[in-house]
C-alpha cells in the first residue's frame, strides 16, 4: 500500500514538473536582457560606468508637484549614509543648517509613525537617498513645455 | 721648533678631514635612515596601518583619481620642513611603544581607539592650520571660477572666516570615528577638537 502511495505520489510529481518546465523550455529560444548587467556576462568585469555630470542647480531643482520629495541640486558622492554617520546632517540638519546656509530637513522628517514629534530625525527617514536624488545633466529625449512648481 | 710646525697643521688637518668624514657618514646615515621611515612601505609594514587605514586609503580620491596624483601617509601625516618632521619623528616613539604592546592590533581594538586617534590627527591639523594639506592645497592657489558654485562660496568664506582645511573636510581618506556626529562639527564651533 505504501509503496503504492509513494509511485502514485512520484509520478504526480514528475508530472507537474514536466508540464511547468514547458513553457521555461520554450522560451529558452527567445534572449533574456538582464535590465541590470545588460549582455555583460556574469562571470566578468561589468562595462565601465558611463560618466556623466551631476546637475549643480543654484537655488534647488523646481517640483513637479506639491508634495515631491526636492531633487539634490548637488553632486553627493562624497557624502556617507551608513550605520556610523549620515553625511547629509552635516549641512541639513536642524542645528547645522543655519551655519552652512542649507535648507533645513522638513519638519515631518522629526515625526515618527504615530505623528508624535521626536528630537533627532526619525529613523524611517534617515536614508535621505530612498526618496531625494541628484540629477545627472541630460537632453531631453523629446521637447516638454511641462513647467514643475516652485 | 721650527720643524715641529707644519706636523701641528698636518696633524689638525687630518683630524678636520676624519671629521668631515665622520660627519658626512653620520649625518647622511641619520637622514638616509629618517628618509626610510618615511615612505609608506614603512608605514603598512605594521600591520595596523596595512589593515585599517591603508585599506581604507585606497577608496579615497588621494589614492585613486583623473590626474594620477597620490599621496603616500607621510605627505599627509609628516611635516615636510626638518624641525616639525624631527618633532613628529620623536612623537612616533610613542606609536612604536604602543605597536610592540599591541594596543590596536585587532580591527575591534583599532575601532574601539578610532574616535581617539582621529581626535589627536585632527587637533593637530586644526593646530598647525593644516599645514600637511597646505604642501598641495592653498586657497591662493585655488580658481574660484573652476570650481563648483557650492565649492567656491564656501572655500571663499572660509578663508574669510579663518578656517582650515580640516575644520570641513574630516573623514576625506580615512573612515570616521562611529562616535563622530557630523551636526555637532560646525565649522568653529566644533567639539571634536581636544584643547
Redesign the interface.
Known sequence: MNTMIKTATRSLVLALTLTSAGPALAADTTVIVDPQRRDQPLDGASAPVERRQVE?V?GGIARSYKEQPPMIP??ID?Y?IS?????C??CH?E??YQ??KAPKLGDSHYLDRDGKRLDRLSMRRYFCTQCHAPQFEGTPLVDNAFEGRR | MSEEKPRTTKKALTLLLIGVAVGIIFWGGFNTAMEATNTETFCISCHEMEANVYKELQDTVHYQNRTGVRATCPDCHVPKDWVHKIVRKVQATNELYHHFMGTIDTRQKFEATRMELAQNVWTAMKNTDSRECRNCHNFDSMDYDKQ???SSTRHEDAAEAGFTCIDCHK??AH????E??????????SIFYRN
Do not use: M
Not at chain 1, 550605520?83 to 553625511?87: F, I
Not at chain 2, 573612515?175 to 562611529?178: E, Q
Not at chain 2, 563622530?180 to 564651533?189: A, L, N, V
Open positions: 549643480v543654484q548637488h553632486a562624497k556617507e550605520l556610523r554617520l549620515n553625511g546632517l552635516k540638519s542645528e547645522t551655519a552652512e | 563648483d558654485a557650492r573623514g576625506i573612515k570616521l570615528p562611529k563622530y556626529d557630523p551636526e555637532k562639527d560646525i565649522p568653529g564651533q
